[in-house]
């Protein structure tokens, strides 16, 4: 028996012939997180396990406030896609994506920031940044935002964060 034939049986079962296997294959396999970005939950296959699609904003200041704001965010029809909260290009890979969301409740576990790991709520973190971003995307002059963000409150975690982005004169 050839190589390529154990192998098939291996992946495909005792036929080891794939042709078989098509028919229950997911939409989703050989595909990626990125291409099922706004593709409906049904895509995603594992219907049985899927709860609904869930937003995750990139937790960094350079992302913007209308994304933060929608971080958390599910989707549960399964025919429908999820709305779009990025922009297309550049911004649409690195300021959120859709992910499976397979338990009820806030997302758990952890994820990265520009401050290390938080928790994948946001913890207190999301507030800081949302705080920030209000500042820094008013119609203001720079010198008005940049007299905000010098008065925010320094404290707490608070002040952490603005430590680790490198202080106040940063």
Not at 19 to 36: F, N
Not at 116 to 129: E, K, M, S, T, V
């Amino acid at each position: 028996m050839s190589i390529i034939r154990k192998l098939g049986r291996l992946i495909f079962g005792a036929s080891g012939d794939p042709a078989e296997h098509t028919q229950s294959v997911p939409h989703s396999v050989g595909r990626t997180v990125g291409e099922l970005q706004g593709e409906p939950m049904s895509a995603w296959g594992n219907d049985d396990i899927i709860k609904g699609l869930q937003f995750l904003a990139t937790l960094q200041l350079r992302t913007p406030l209308r994304v933060l704001l929608r971080h958390g965010e599910v989707h549960t029809d399964r025919n429908t896609r999820p709305p779009a909260i990025t922009r297309e290009g550049a911004e649409a890979m690195w300021a959120g994506i859709w992910l499976p969301k397979v338990f009820d409740g806030p997302p758990g576990g952890t994820m990265a920031s520009d401050v290390g790991q938080i928790p994948a709520d946001g913890g207190n973190y999301l507030p800081f940044l949302v705080a920030v971003r209000e500042i820094v995307e008013l119609s203001d002059s720079i010198e008005s935002r940049t007299k905000w963000l010098r008065e925010k409150p320094m404290v707490g975690n608070w002040k952490t964060y603005v430590e680790k982005h490198g202080g106040v004169d940063k």
